[in-house]
């Protein structure tokens, strides 16, 4: 973690009032209740709580000074006594006077938030425990330690039909900016959601998860209709009139299609288990294509048709 000093804002002289005050007002800013839809604001709550708890702590606070803890309050070299870095939270707390928890149920209320804990989870000294709005259950004090768990972080991402149809794994970027190779999971619904255990926000002992939300973007060549696809195939005029041989995409790479003579392009050819992954069909609109800029002969064979052998296709 970062200076804690630097996290809250504060030069290394600032008074117990002076750090409650900017932890204060940064835990306001960042809480997740606050900032639903920005990952980021869940890392910095996180890292403000975090620096504050280590300042409000006298004793840490001293060791830190020295140089004897880093950011995290862990011991920076060896032979430190880690129970010493740890020790009196309770009695170095009572000092300071206010715990983060503290600070944030003072204006928790205003968020519409509930103690999670349930009616027995608030009680104060008298109870031996106290209320944690991070990890949802009571802290028994020195003794027990901390068990915050970081918030968990959502990420979107868009993943083309090919890629879902296929499998693999896609390149997702974190609000940090660190890209994550993430794995598909087999017939990946839209709007599915990836759990990444420990790539959200920094805890206390250990850091949230990241929710990776799947979209599919649209494609250029396909229309999904649920696992059926559809797909447009330009022909030319005299491949509709005399038949042919085209090629036709698909999710599998392009399959070849036989056209019979004088096929009727107002119907959709059927391509069996062609659509997203095997479970659908896929459906290939054909569209007759005329020559770019026109043609005098194919003119005179419309005019000959139209005068000589003129017939219906609509009502």
Not at 96 to 107: N, P, V, W
Not at 297 to 303: G, K, M, N, Q, S
């Amino acid at each position: 973690m970062r200076d804690p000093y630097t996290v809250l804002g504060v030069p290394r002289s600032a008074t117990e009032k002076d750090i409650k005050s900017a932890y204060r007002k940064l835990a306001k800013k960042y809480h997740p209740d606050q900032n639903p839809d920005d990952p980021s604001s869940h890392g910095k709550f996180a890292e403000a709580t975090n620096a504050y708890d280590l300042l409000n702590d006298v004793e840490k606070r001293a060791q830190f000074d020295r140089g004897e803890l880093d950011g995290d309050g862990n011991p920076k070299f060896a032979g430190f006594n880690p129970g010493a870095a740890r020790g009196g939270r309770a009695g170095a707390s009572a000092g300071a006077g206010f715990s983060a928890e503290d600070i944030l149920k003072e204006f928790m209320s205003g968020f519409g938030g509930q103690q999670r804990g349930g009616p027995g989870a608030g009680r104060g000294p008298a109870g031996g425990a106290q209320w944690d709005p991070f990890a949802g259950q009571a802290a028994g004090g020195a003794g027990a330690g901390r068990s915050m768990k970081g918030e968990d972080i959502v990420v979107n991402a868009t993943v083309s039909l090919e890629d879902a149809h296929k499998g693999g794994s896609i390149s997702v970027r974190m609000p940090t900016g660190k890209v994550l190779s993430v794995k598909l999971p087999d017939k990946l619904e839209e709007n599915q959601q990836i759990r990444l255990k420990g790539q959200g926000s920094p805890g206390m002992a250990e850091p949230g998860d990241a929710l990776v939300t799947v979209r599919f973007e649209k494609s250029k060549q396909f229309r999904r209709d649920g696992s059926d696809l559809r797909t447009d195939v330009p022909i030319t005029l005299y491949e509709a009139v005399l038949g042919a041989k085209v090629r036709v995409p698909t999710l599998d790479g392009s399959v070849e299609l036989n056209l019979p003579p004088g096929i009727d392009t107002g119907k959709a050819l059927r391509l069996k288990g062609k659509g997203l992954y095997g479970d659908g069909d896929l459906y290939a609109n054909l569209k007759v294509v005329l020559p770019p800029g026109g043609d005098a002969d194919l003119e005179a064979l419309a005019r000959f048709m139209r005068d000589q052998k003129p017939y219906k296709v609509r009502d």
